[in-house]
């Protein structure tokens, strides 16, 4: 999801601010670990701005480019056990993170 605002506008061609919202599932699998494949899921939620450039043609077609960055609000680390079949939700410090 884009919301919108014009920043500056001049027929044909307008400049838009947005905010940028996305939701999805982030996941990941580990095969041959302990006696089964593991896999954990969760969701996911990234905010961002972006700049649309905009070009009306006419009353009913607009041509635009969306140029901005995104950022997620929680880092989500697993671990799989290779003793069992158990995964391991990790903070921001643990196994292969840096110091």
Known sequence: MEPCLTIWSKAPLSLLGCGVLQ??????????????SQAESNPSVELGLALRPMWTLGDRIALGLLVGAAA????????????????????????????
């Not at 939701?23 to 089964?36: C, I, K, R």
């Not at 997620?72 to 110091?99: K, Q």
Request: without cysteine.
């Open 72 to 99: 997620p609000t929680a880092r989500y680390r697993f671990y799989f056990s290779p003793s069992d079949t158990t995964v391991y939700r990790l903070g921001d410090r643990g196994p292969g993170s840096a110091e």
């Open 23 to 36: 939701v999805l599932a982030m996941s990941g699998q580990a095969d041959n670990v302990g006696t089964a």
